[in-house]
């Protein structure tokens, strides 16, 4: 392991790129937080996994867990929570159907309010076999690839990536094809919005983007009650009201939740492979000539570049954790990506192997706050590379190092 460690070290204060105006010379991420929109931080997480595989960062004033040991037990621990105790709804959505939305949402919730609500998510969501989504995906991404002409220009690339979630979801949940751009539009101001490091107008524009979102939905619900119309809303409305929470209210808020979830992460995981596949010349080569290999390719982008990058967790009381003695109200930042390229998890981590035997990716999470949508978001980001490379767009003509959209998502800046 030190031998290793020391490797990663050196080849990293070693490795430059050549431009056309001189030599840009390598650096480690200042933190764990800027490490996500950082061009390579892999070396800095190998680094951490290594010697601080779970620490105190003064700095940031939270426990950073970077082992795969560590991540699992974070995860899974009762008293790690998805939010502080003190502050269930970031204040400064308050006064907003973004806080209401906020406060519904399964994946924002612990205990008895997570568990019925988390059930009734995947109950939606079972019945959406690969076939189905994997249908309307590529419907969709056929549609806006033509809308975008991605077949003249890659420039609207990133649109593409982004919108390409909203419409399919969208569509499931019963939004009608008219109402598809500004539903985008509405989800891309939603999202700045939740973020913690959104600017005064970012929020004012959310906050207003939600108001537009929950009309929306009421009145797509309300709709498909009277006329008993059956998607993703309406069921998702039946088991949550089954299940003794407020049907209505908390089938939109999860059903925007479902926004919140896909927008950036399937984005990233789209622009993300097509980095790699600029950088795996080879790996391009074997899905040029094997086009049924996709999916194995992205398989792989999830556990070596992925976008969902860490999570945090609060404490809800003093405990020991990953061997660490934590305080009720201190905060962890979870390193899914470090666990990811751990190597007592997966052999030679640094090799990108569509092949690998027993990979374990930590990306979509682990114990009761497991993603639910990781087969949708895997269909959909599927589908987009596809139609992408049916376009003619070509991976080679990328070239790095890339740019990252400055966020808590690792989303490649393409096109």
């Known amino acids: 392991m030190y031998r290793y460690t020391w490797f990663i070290r050196w080849r990293w204060i070693h490795t430059c ?22 061009p390579d931080p892999y070396p800095y997480y190998a ?28 995860l899974q621990s009762e ?69 975008l002409s991605l077949k003249v220009s890659s420039l609207h690339l990133m649109d593409f990536a982004y919108r390409l979630s909203v419409y399919v979801v969208a569509s499931l949940l019963g939004v009608p094809q008219n109402k598809l751009p500004e539903t985008a539009e509405w989800v891309g101001d939603f999202i700045y919005c939740i973020a913690p490091s959104s600017s005064h107008e970012q929020l004012a524009r959310g906050k207003a983007a939600a108001d537009k ?55 990233g995981l789209i622009t993300n492979t097509l980095v790699t596949l600029s950088t795996q010349q080879d790996v391009w080569e ?20 992925p976008s969902i990058q860490n999570t945090r967790r609060f404490l809800a009381d003093d405990s020991f954790v990953a061997g660490q003695q934590m305080k009720a109200g201190q905060s962890v930042l979870v ?23 027993d990979r374990r990716i930590f990306t979509f999470g682990a114990a009761a706050h497991a993603c639910a949508g990781e087969l949708l978001a895997k269909s959909i980001a599927l589908a987009g590379v596809e139609q992408l490379i049916a376009s003619g767009i070509d991976p080679k003509n990328f070239s790095g190092p890339f740019s990252y959209r400055p966020a808590n998502i690792r989303v490649a800046l393409l096109g």
Request: a negative charge; aromatic letters at 8%; proline letters at 5%.
């Open 47 to 74: 680094d951490l996994v290594a010697h601080k595989p779970i620490y105190y960062d003064e700095a940031l004033g939270l426990w950073v867990a970077a082992s795969a040991a560590a991540v699992s037990e974070v």
């Open 17 to 38: 790129n050549e431009r056309e105006k001189g030599i840009v010379m390598m650096t480690f991420p200042k933190n764990p937080i800027e490490a996500v929109t950082h």
């Open 213 to 267: 979102l929950w009309d929306l939905f009421d009145t797509i619900l309300s709709t498909q009650q009277s006329t008993k119309d059956c998607n993703l809303l309406a069921t998702l409305a039946q088991k949550l009201k089954r299940s003794g929470n407020h049907g209505g209210d908390a089938a939109i808020a999860n059903s925007i939740g479902f926004f919140f979830q896909a927008y950036e992460a399937t984005a």
């Open 335 to 357: 390193l899914l990506a470090a666990a990811n390229r751990d190597p007592k998890a997966n052999a030679q981590p640094d090799l990108f192997d569509i092949q690998r035997k």
């Open 286 to 305: 074997q899905v040029r000539n094997e086009p049924g290999l996709l999916p194995l390719v992205l398989e792989e982008v999830l556990r070596y570049d």
């Open 79 to 147: 008293l790690c929570r998805v939010r502080p105790l003190t502050e269930p709804v970031p204040r400064a959505l308050f006064g907003s159907w973004a806080a209401t939305i906020f406060q519904q949402l399964a994946r924002m919730n612990d205990g008895e309010r997570h568990s019925t609500r988390k059930q009734a998510v995947v109950a939606t969501l079972q019945p959406l076999n690969t076939l189905s989504i994997s249908e309307e995906s590529h419907k969709w991404a056929s549609f806006l690839a033509a809308e």
